[in-house]
């Protein structure tokens, strides 16, 4: 978390941009199972990049599980 | 119609029918919009902009939003648009003929829209595993290939719908026996039934939103008057 306490002030203005342009595209994979569900994994992508151990991280694996 | 001249417009409605839903809903997939454009690329586009306000009159009634089935306006908007202004400018059958064709095509292109859904939740179960392990591959995978399926679907529903309607519509203006104004009332009366049922529904369900609706009538009438 930065100083401020505002974890998204830590991002990169590029990797808010993508996920802006990404949320224009919230709904691409729509579907009656998951819903959005899908779609808010595809727009968020980019800031979980920066969770602690990367892309191959154990933090960034865990992003797509869902309890059933 | 041949393949050659239904594929700009089977372009601007694959576009369009992105817009519905998937990218980016900027509402230029509203039939006012669609077919003003439609008729852009036919050479005619005020003939486009009429059928365009006759269609979103009738399309003010559904709500897209979430699970609801809807038709799909942005292809429809331009197969309506396109065949009206490509039938000759006074013919009294092309209006209700065009609107026909577009109210058709807005249904079928609606149900093509649940199709891809089921067509994408039948792709996530094969993905399922993969997407929850983390794999950024799969999750980008299926998300793109929704996109790109959707782009399929409404191009296909356009460039079929122009090929199969537009010899269908010209016959039918050529054999309409009804006068001009008598054709454009039916239009005119059944548009306005339907936007008036959607207005009822508004005015009972959001407070207030009946004094905007007389205000913005307001200044509407003030602007005809002052011209």
């Not at chain 1, 306490?5 to 579907?31: C, I, Y």
């Not at chain 2, 009206?84 to 079928?108: E, Y």
């Amino acid at each position: 978390m930065s100083a401020t306490g505002n974890p998204s002030a830590d991002l990169p203005l590029r990797v808010k941009l993508a996920m802006f342009f990404r949320l224009l595209a919230l709904q691409g994979s729509w579907n009656y199972e998951t819903l959005n569900g899908t779609g808010i994994g595809f727009a968020m992508e980019p800031a979980l990049r920066y969770l602690p151990g990367g892309i191959d991280g154990p933090a960034y694996r865990a992003k797509d599980h869902r309890e059933p | 119609m041949i393949l050659l001249e239904a594929l700009p417009i089977a372009l601007l409605g694959a576009l369009l029918g992105l817009d519905v839903v998937s990218f980016p809903q900027a509402m230029v997939s509203r039939p006012i919009v669609a077919a003003t454009l439609a008729g852009a690329f036919i050479g005619n586009p005020p003939a486009g902009l009429t059928i365009g306000v006759v269609l979103e009159m009738i399309a003010l009634d559904t709500l897209p939003f979430g699970a609801s089935r809807y038709p799909e306006w942005g292809s429809a908007g331009v197969v309506g648009g396109a065949l009206f202004a490509a039938q000759p400018h006074g013919m009294p059958g092309a209006l209700p003929a065009s609107m026909l064709a577009a109210l058709l095509t807005a249904s079928i292109s609606g149900w093509s829209m649940v199709v891809l859904r089921r067509f994408i939740a039948s792709r996530l179960e094969r993905t399922r595993d993969r997407i929850e392990d983390g794999s950024r591959n799969a999750l980008l995978s299926l998300h793109l290939s929704g996109m790109s399926v959707d782009l399929l679907r409404a191009g296909l529903v356009t460039i079929v719908a122009m090929i199969i309607f537009s010899p269908l519509v010209r016959a039918i203006v050529a054999v309409w026996g009804s006068d001009s104004a008598g054709s454009r009332a039916v239009v005119v009366v059944i548009a306005a039934t339907v936007a008036g049922g959607a207005l009822w529904k508004v005015f009972h369900s959001v407070a207030h939103v009946l004094w905007f609706f007389l205000a913005g009538l307001l200044v509407w009438g003030a602007m005809l008057v002052a011209r």
